[in-house]
Nanobody, 114 residues
């Protein structure tokens, strides 16, 4: 059973930066992929960034050039460095992985507002 716990959300102003962290526990092997999704109020959950072992990284068009996903493979952790935040980045951000089935964290709220 994989448990995912996110941290690092908060309230920031437009243009500021924030880093989210996610730690996976309950496993002794390196997860093949760790991803970040987000869900804004009234919208569907969407993929923000995907990190696959071996270096394959994918970003949503809306965050390319502003967000950076990185992994700490030793500790099965994944990070999301978010720069130049916009009001439209406001959402609950979820950590996600797949091992036989999908696993989700409970989410961390990011609010971008002036």
């Amino acid at each position: 059973q994989v448990q995912l716990v996110e941290s690092g959300g908060g309230l920031v102003q437009p243009g500021e930066s924030l880093t989210l962290s996610c730690a996976a526990s309950g496993i002794t092997f390196k997860l093949y992929q760790m991803n970040w999704y987000r869900q804004a109020p009234g919208k569907d959950r969407e993929l923000v960034a995907r990190h696959i072992s071996g270096g394959s990284i994918t970003y949503a068009d809306s965050v390319k050039g502003r967000f950076v996903i990185s992994r700490d493979g030793t500790n099965n952790a994944v990070y999301l460095q978010m720069n130049s935040l916009k009001v439209e980045d406001t959402a609950v951000y979820y950590c996600h992985t797949v091992w036989g089935r999908e696993y989700w964290g409970k989410g961390t709220l990011v609010t971008v507002s002036s």
